[in-house]
């Protein structure tokens, strides 16, 4: 079975013009294929430092030893 048998999405509500429908077509076609070619691409996170970032926190005892006068 192929593909094309199969619909790419189904209008459940309003009455879109058949160029309203080309063009969702076209951007979901242009999307899929877009994320077929992103997936197949190796990833690489050597240069990602996210993972070794912490997030600064208050620290409540950083003012203890501090008197007012």
Same mark, same amino acid.
């Given at each position: 079975?192929? @593909? %094309?048998?199969?619909?790419?999405? $189904?209008?459940?509500?309003?009455?879109?013009?058949?160029?309203? &429908?080309? /063009?969702? $077509?076209? &951007?979901? %076609?242009?999307? /899929? /294929?877009?994320?077929?070619?992103?997936?197949? $691409?190796?990833?690489?996170?050597?240069?990602?430092? @996210?993972?070794?970032?912490?997030?600064?926190?208050?620290?409540?005892?950083?003012?203890?030893?501090? %008197?007012?006068?």
């Amino acid at each position: 079975m192929s @593909d %094309t048998s199969a619909p790419l999405f $189904t209008v459940l509500k309003g009455n879109p013009s058949d160029s309203e &429908v080309a /063009a969702l $077509t076209t &951007v979901l %076609t242009q999307l /899929a /294929a877009q994320a077929r070619t992103e997936r197949d $691409t190796e990833r690489n996170l050597w240069g990602k430092k @996210d993972p070794y970032r912490r997030d600064h926190l208050f620290n409540p005892n950083a003012f203890r030893n501090v %008197t007012f006068y």
